[in-house]
């Protein structure tokens, strides 16, 4: 069945109060999605099956449940991120995980990435598989952003540390962001660089969020002065990785992550500078094909503006 437009026949699934009522994150205050959803386009084809507000942060910890679709999701991209692409269309940040779909019997794979002052020619990107089946249950991804790093975690496990270098200049995200869930149609690039495409027969592509926490330094859009949660509760949120999480991260790493742009030789005949070379990760990455990169052709999928015509169904949240 072929489609020109994967809104037509996607779906993001929003479940609320019921689910987020009877949920606990590290003791932190779980929202509702009414209090901090927002639709910015994908017209009537998004689906919110309960029961909105943009909100910019500066730095803090913001996490989702997600659940993933099912069976043939080849060309598929799911994404949980933040971004100020609204704000600075040439300057923009954004900090990403993104979820590729895959053929049958085939497991989804994780993307994360970050760009900083409108970087984008310059891809970090890492990519990993999962422990678990992510469309058989909810699991929790998470973002920590601060001044100095960010972590990445997957059901409170961290998987990617990036820490800010001199070096690096403007390239870390240094200005207040959104946060953004997505779903879109990467056929010419997601799954084997392109080779495996989204089949509409397998649609719709359903992706359910829940247990939302947005906790950080929230920045009036008018005035951009920011105002820091100090909720007792904040001392459940990470301030970077303890020694067990680094052992964890470790493992992670070395048994998951398939993919990592600092050993990229394809894209990068010099590491770009905040690298730091690992030969025994460096030669374990080696068995992985590089060509879903698509010899360094830059993909970009994810748009922030409404359109009646958009390929991606967007909410901000």
Known sequence: MGCPHLGFLLMVCCFLNALLASASHMNLPIMAFDEGY????????LVVLKDGKTDLYLHGYFSASIKLPADYTAGVVVAFYMSNGDMFEK?????????????????WRIQTNIYGNGSTSVGREERYYLWFDPSEDFHQYSILW???QIVFYVDNTPIREFKRTESMGGDFPAKPMTLYATIWDGSDWATNGGKYRVNYKYSPYITEFSDLVLHGCAVDPIEHLAKCDNVQSSQAI?????????????NFRKKQMTYSYCYDRVRYKVPPPECVINPQEAERLRVFDPVTFGKGRRHHGKRHHRSRTSQAEATSI
């Open 38 to 45: 927002a639709q910015l386009f994908g017209d009537d084809h």
């Open 91 to 107: 300057q923009h940040d954004e900090i990403d995980f993104e979820f590729l779909g895959n053929i049958r019997g085939k497991d």
């Open 146 to 148: 601060t001044d100095s």
């Open 238 to 250: 990470p301030t970077g990785i303890t020694p067990a999480q680094r052992i964890k991260m470790d």
